[in-house]
């Protein structure tokens, strides 16, 4: 196609159209349920995306954020442990450790600039006139540094180690169970992106002033700079991951919050 722009509806097409194939080993019905249940859980999240004319609104989307996606554990424990397969075992454990370290981070980076606006509701950060990141750049540079670990991102990739894991918890996964789990993953990528833009720049782009576009082109300048971060550094350790999170992440990510709720009584 003109400069390769066909080449990923085909490969969706060919990920569809392959045959699905069930080790022999493995346990049917959660082989088969794994994947689906990965990506309804990645996609679901979308139900609370703020736009001008929403006909699903409730209140607490910003808890809603938070359980959705301390629930994809369950989806990659499934992946990993029906193939019964030890390389989809070994990268089930490793996925799951490193979800449960980071989603405490990202949890209590949340918090921070919640703080400030005194309310869970996703709404108010599209029309408050005001960016969280000039109050709380730290916070932002944590749950950029944590998205990249929570995402699977390059140099926190360790989920799909080729050197000792070939390819991690979906290793036996082919056609469209493949499929799904990699849109599972690619969709939790995007939504994540959007939350930055929306947390911590929301007011740069208010919602009655044309914000989805202005959104959109954040989207874009953080996925560049995510590109740029795999491109700049080498994949680190997986012990050197853990031990970054529960010893120097954790208890910085704690004393922003406190200092958030400093700044917020005063």
Known sequence: GFKGLVQPISDGVKLLTKGFSIPAVANPFLFVLGPVLCFFIS??????????FCRCFFKFRILFFMCISSLNVYGLILVGWSSNCQYGLLGRMRAVAQRISYELIISTVMICSLIFLGRMEIF???EFNFSFVFVCLEAMV????TVLAETNRAPFDFVEGESELVAGYNVEFGGFGFALIALAEYGAILFIRVMTGLLFFGGVVPLRMGGNVGLGLLIVVISYVIVCVRGAYPRFRYDQLIEFCWVKLLPVSLGLFVLSLRMAAL
């Not at 996609?43 to 001008?52: L, N, Q, R, S």
């Not at 944590?142 to 540094?145: E, G, L, Q, T």
């Open 43 to 52: 996609y679901i999240g979308w139900v609370i995306y703020p736009i001008a």
């Open 142 to 145: 944590i749950w950029f540094i």
């Open 124 to 126: 108010l950060y599209r």
